[in-house]
């Protein structure tokens, strides 16, 4: 039996598998990946984190240790993530290369969105490939400055990936910048739009006005996650390298920064401040 005969005789199941799979576990993973990276950003609010210097690299450091602390870790993304992710993309190109487009059954739905889907698809496949290449798989001949990222030192190193080094953003740098902020916008494009579809594809949206409902609710969930992914490349592109590393050492060595303390000067002299 032919790999296409395959497809075809279990096109009813595979389509909902492949549409769940994009659901849960990878549409779920990616909000939690983005709300994590994120929190380079909003961890700057979290003031109990300062004592350590940059709250926002003290809060991304707690949330991937935390992660790193899971049990069975291995185990989880094996069969939580990269065999879901696998399965996904080989039967999302499978599917986007015949053809078989839901534009004729659903004519309200533009034919930009069909197409922006297989092409947020085909991209973000080489996305994530290069983004688990370089930061998982140690693939540091394609990282500009040949960085490795470490869990120990996360939010340096991961600066120092966008920033193309460790002395500020470099030309090679903001090519890297650019890159991932295509690359998460078309991934958090591809999963909202995804969850409209599913909703169409599991009968669960079945009437125009129940699908416009429930697309206004999927817009809103897109640009949250837009908005979180942007801040997470934003916020590595533009994070002071020294003082994430002194941050982590901080963290690290399990001493906080020494305050800033103004101290009563004599007459004639100025106030001094102590600094990390």
């Avoid at 470490?150 to 002395?167: F, N, P, R, Y």
């Avoid at 991934?187 to 969850?195: E, K, M, P, S």
């Amino acid at each position: 039996m032919s790999s296409t005969s395959l497809f075809e005789r279990h096109h009813f199941l595979l389509r909902r598998l492949h549409s769940l799979t994009g659901v849960a576990p990878i549409g779920v993973f990616l909000c939690v990946h983005l709300l994590t990276n994120a929190s380079i950003v909003w961890g700057l609010l979290n003031t109990s984190k300062a004592e350590h210097g940059h709250a926002g690299v003290a809060t991304f450091l707690h949330e991937v240790d935390f992660i790193h602390s899971l049990p069975f870790l291995i185990i989880i993304e094996v069969f939580g993530l990269w065999l879901p992710i696998a399965f996904h993309s080989i039967l999302g190109i499978y599917y986007a290369r015949s053809g078989r487009s839901n534009t004729a059954s659903y004519a309200y739905q533009g034919n930009w969105r069909y197409t922006l889907q297989r092409i947020s698809g085909y991209v973000g496949v080489l996305f994530v490939f290069y983004h688990v290449a370089t930061l998982r798989w140690g693939w540091t001949f394609l990282v500009p400055g040949g960085t490795k990222w470490s869990a120990e030192a996360a939010a340096s190193t991961m600066a120092m990936v966008l920033q193309g080094g460790d002395s500020g953003l470099t030309a090679a740098g903001v090519v890297v910048s650019l890159a991932y902020m295509i690359g998460v916008s078309l991934l958090v494009f591809h999963l909202a739009n995804g969850l409209w579809t599913a909703a169409i594809t599991w009968g669960i949206t079945i009437s125009a006005p129940a699908q416009r409902r429930w697309g206004q609710v999927c817009a809103g969930l897109g640009v949250g996650l837009m908005l979180l992914a942007w801040s997470a490349v934003i916020g590595f592109a533009t994070l002071n390298v020294k003082e994430a590393r002194a941050t982590e050492q901080s963290i690290r060595s399990g001493h906080a920064s020494p305050p800033q303390i103004a101290e009563s000067a004599p007459t004639g002299s100025t106030s001094i401040g102590g600094g990390h």
